[in-house]
């Protein structure tokens, strides 16, 4: 008795798996993409994005249905594009030097400013979070400082995200002995210079923190920034 032949599996990326799909595939694989890139769903027939949908239904589209007035309140804010709010939170001490944290999430040597979504649903706002974000992964109940920047990332297809950067303080020896991680959030927290922050984060957090830092030494801003560039 012969043995079948071995099925084998072949990786590609998404748009490259639709085209060899009938189309009502298709159109589901490609929906189910912009559901997960955007953290929603997507509502299909046929395999294409009904009125109502919130992933997958083509921009063109909503535009014109917006522009014909052909959407009632809640389908409206249904297919509007959605965007993920975010805090940051600058901490230095008396030599200038920023507070970086290592998440317990990245594998590999980069290392992140306290952060966090904005609970919106909750009625929190930016200023709101960056206090939380002060308690819950660094121990430390402390005024927030002024908004230093703005920025804004687009993340088409995945959801664009707006970051707002307050200083939190300045930090003293005693506030720096009071630090207390969350241990499955962060692993450890490090007082950066300007100098060795270039090999710490990624692009376009680098961008974003040499221009709050140079806000914060300037008494300057807030400014708006697009993927931490400076928008003039």
């Not at 317990?104 to 009625?123: N, V, Y």
């Not at 959030?185 to 974003?208: A, K």
Request: aromatic share 4%.
């Amino acid at each position: 008795m012969k043995t079948p032949p071995a099925v084998t599996g072949q990786w590609l990326a998404p748009e490259a798996a639709a085209l060899l799909l009938p189309a009502p595939a298709a159109g589901r694989l490609r929906a189910a993409v912009a559901a997960w890139h955007t953290g929603s769903i997507a509502y299909l027939a046929g395999g294409q994005a009904q009125l109502g949908s919130p992933a997958a239904f083509p921009p063109t589209q909503r535009t014109h249905l917006e522009d014909t007035r052909a959407l009632d309140p809640d389908l409206h804010q249904a297919l509007r594009p959605k965007v993920l709010a975010e805090t940051n939170v600058l901490l230095t001490d008396p030599a200038g030097r920023a507070l970086l944290l290592h998440p317990t999430s990245t594998r590999d040597h980069t290392w992140h400013l306290p952060g966090c979504g904005i609970d919106s649903d909750t009625g929190e706002g930016p200023r709101e979070a960056a206090r939380r974000i002060l308690r819950d992964q660094l121990n430390l109940d402390l005024p927030v400082g002024r908004l230093l920047a703005v920025d804004w990332t687009n993340g088409t297809p995945q959801l664009s995200r707006i970051t707002y950067t307050f200083h939190g303080a300045t930090l003293g020896e005693h506030d720096l002995a009071r630090i207390r991680l969350t241990p499955h959030q962060h692993t450890e927290w490090h007082m950066t210079s300007s100098n060795d922050i270039t090999s710490m984060v990624r692009e376009p957090l680098l961008r974003r923190l040499d221009a709050c830092l140079t806000a914060l030494w300037n008494n300057t801003g807030p400014v708006e920034l697009h993927s931490g560039i400076p928008r003039s």
